[in-house]
T-cell receptor, first 117, second 114 residues
């Protein structure tokens, strides 16, 4: 079974500063996908960034980047130049493509990030 | 159009009521999903439809009945719910159910059972 752990229930960061959200996971699979989703007060889950486990290069999307450590089963999210609009709940998620027909995302418990003006 | 639209946004229903949640997407996606999210918890998968056929039912009670009338629509019929079923119900879609496709989420229906 897969588990996803986010050990930081809440974090805050000053506007324009950098913050890192941590995520660890447990799986016996070798090929899988990892995601960070953002859920603002509007409630809509928005994909922030994704990482394929077979890729060694860390994914980046503008101000968002990940530090993927496959051996340590760690997948942290770094947000640079934090903006007020980054205030949201952030979920780390795992997907195992071995399960046929199942685009089944396993979510961590989330980290509530507040960007302080 | 990259939207998944859910209606209604809020719903209050009694335990004897029958209601339906609706989800619509026009991205040509062939996989659609229902997730349940309790307060301060992560979303949990309920159902997966792939090419209008139910492919996953995560042991959801029969008082929740999904329906996929066509590739753009997904309904969740509710009957005889319990107060503990109160939650945010999220619909999502993806190009197909293969793992390497992004899931797009709607804004959810906040359901309160009284």
């Amino acid at each position: 079974a897969q588990t996803v752990t986010q050990s930081q229930p809440e974090m805050s960061v000053q506007e324009a500063e950098t913050v890192t959200l941590s995520c660890t996971y447990d799986t016996s699979e070798n090929n899988y996908y990892l995601f960070w989703y953002k859920q603002p007060p509007s409630r809509q889950m928005i994909l922030v960034i994704r990482q394929e486990a077979y890729k060694q290069q860390n994914a980046t999307e503008n101000r968002f980047s990940v530090n993927f450590q496959k051996a340590a089963k760690s997948f942290s999210l770094k947000i640079s130049d934090s903006q007020l609009g980054d205030t949201a709940m952030y979920f780390c998620a795992f997907m195992n493509p071995v399960i046929a027909g199942a685009n089944n995302l396993f979510f961590g418990t989330g980290t509530r990030l507040t960007v302080i003006p | 159009d990259t939207e998944v639209t859910q209606t209604p946004k809020h719903l209050v229903m009694g335990m004897t009521n029958k209601k339906s949640l609706k989800c619509e997407q026009h991205m040509g996606h062939r996989a659609m999903y229902w997730y349940k999210q309790k307060a301060k918890k992560p979303p949990e998968l309920m159902f997966v439809y792939s090419y209008e056929k139910l492919s996953i039912n995560e042991s959801v009670p029969s008082r929740f009945s999904p329906e996929c009338p066509n590739s753009s629509l997904l309904n969740l019929h509710l009957h005889a719910l319990q107060p503990e079923d109160s939650a945010l119900y999220l619909c999502a879609s993806s190009q197909d159910s293969a793992a390497n496709t992004e899931a797009f989420f709607g804004q959810g229906t906040r359901l309160t059972v009284v």
